[in-house]
Structure formats: structure tokens, C-alpha cells
Nanobody, 123 residues
């Protein structure tokens, strides 16, 4: 089992920044690729970004490319999502997820999920 706990969400004005953290415990963090997803009210949960086990490769949804940066620190068993130039349409609950070995972009590809953290961007 891998336990994931997100933090760092909050209320921010449009154009501002937030950094989300995802603290992992349980199995060896570096064995798992990590992804971030988000779910706006009344909408499906969608892929945001993913990072390989070593951090050597990353992938982003078009909607966040150039504004968000995914990273990880395997020594600290923690993943991050730096969000800059936030827009009201970024408002959602953000979830981190872990998948054994390889990253993916689909919800059902991930094995473990955090409880989510709310991000609200005001206009």
C-alpha cells in the first residue's frame, strides 16, 4: 500500500501561484510514477501532469503546459505541483496519484490516490 496526502491548496487570485505537495508513505516511493489530476464541481476528474519514477521525464495536459511544473524529491518521499499564472478555470480539487513503475494519463491506470486538496482561483 502507498498512502498519499496532498497539501498546499487554498484561495488565490488570478495570476497568482500555489505549490501543492503530495507526501507518500508505505512502499518505496521511487518505485512509483506520480500523477496529478483535478476535478472541478460537476465535472469529471482530468489529468494534469505526470512524472517518471526518477523525475527524468514529465508530461502535461495542454491546458496547464507552460504554467504548471511537476517535480518530485524521492529522498523526501514527496511530489510537487508548482502552479503559476493561475486562472479561475484552474479551480478544482487536486489529487495526486501513484502508479507502479510507469506513468499514465488515465484515472484507471493509477493504483493509489490521495484525498485531494481544494484550489480556488478568484477572478
Amino acid at each position: 500500500q502507498v498512502q498519499l496526502v496532498e497539501s498546499g491548496g487554498g484561495l488565490v487570485q488570478a495570476g497568482g501561484s500555489l505549490r501543492l505537495s503530495c507526501a507518500a508513505s508505505g512502499r518505496t516511493f521511487s518505485d512509483y510514477a506520480m500523477g496529478w489530476f483535478r476535478q472541478a464541481p460537476g465535472k469529471e476528474r482530468n489529468f494534469v501532469a505526470a512524472i517518471a519514477r526518477s523525475g527524468s521525464s514529465t508530461y502535461y495536459a495542454d491546458s496547464v503546459k507552460g504554467r504548471f511544473t511537476i517535480s518530485r524529491d524521492n529522498a523526501k518521499n514527496t511530489g510537487y505541483l508548482q502552479m503559476n499564472s493561475l486562472k479561475p478555470e484552474d479551480t478544482a480539487v487536486y489529487y495526486c496519484a501513484a502508479r507502479y513503475r510507469v506513468w499514465g494519463t488515465l484515472l484507471n491506470e493509477y493504483d493509489y490516490w490521495g484525498q485531494g486538496t481544494q484550489v480556488t482561483v478568484s477572478s
